[in-house]
């Protein structure tokens, strides 16, 4: 089925969320390269070598982002809301519409200035919450009430 996007302003949190291990591979980095011009053992290490590791880590972060963002989406049919996710392994959740008893709207601070949250589909069955991140909180509200008709409506009004 053709799943909903999450928009633009998921993917740049997932694309600065990715970048977080950049920043931790750049302190190594700079540790070695400090490294090469003081310490005769690093004398075989090229200069460029380590700030090519570092962009090359970047990249790869950037394309599993891009990646993270492509499958990142949400769908609703007569019985079923469906729930992707994933980078590199796609996950793909389907819960009955009937079986869901509540909804949980959490939001993190940097998601809250985004205008994005994490709607939490709850139910008695499997692993008890279906989980669809990064959703815009207007299109999150939306998506609940179109779900379940009738369980928020005094917090819509």
Same mark, same amino acid.
């Given at each position: ?42 004398d075989r ?7 090519? =590791?570092? %962009? &090359?880590?970047?990249l790869l972060?950037? @394309?599993?982002?891009?990646? #993270?963002? !492509?499958?990142?989406?949400?769908? $609703? ?51 008890? =919450?279906? %989980? &669809? ?5 207007? @299109?999150?509200a939306d998506? #609940?009430? !179109?779900?379940?008709?009738?369980? $928020? ?5």
């Amino acid at each position: 089925m053709p799943l909903t996007g999450h928009g633009p302003r998921a993917r740049r949190r997932i694309h600065l969320r990715s970048q977080w291990g950049t920043l931790f591979v750049a302190v190594p980095v700079a540790v070695m390269t400090y490294a090469l011009d003081r310490f005769w053992w690093f004398d075989r290490i090229p200069d460029w070598l380590p700030v090519a =590791v570092l %962009v &090359a880590f970047a990249l790869l972060n950037a @394309l599993l982002a891009e990646s #993270a963002w !492509r499958n990142l989406g949400h769908g $609703l049919t007569e019985r079923h809301l469906v729930v992707q996710t994933g980078a590199v392994i796609r996950t793909r959740e389907a819960l009955e519409r009937a079986g869901i008893i509540g909804w949980t709207f959490h939001q993190t601070f940097f998601q809250r200035r985004r205008g994005l949250a994490d709607l939490h589909a709850t139910t008695a069955a499997g692993g008890e =919450v279906v %989980v &669809a991140p990064d959703i815009p909180v207007d @299109l999150a509200a939306d998506l #609940a009430n !179109r779900a379940t008709p009738g369980m $928020l409506e005094d917090l819509l009004a």
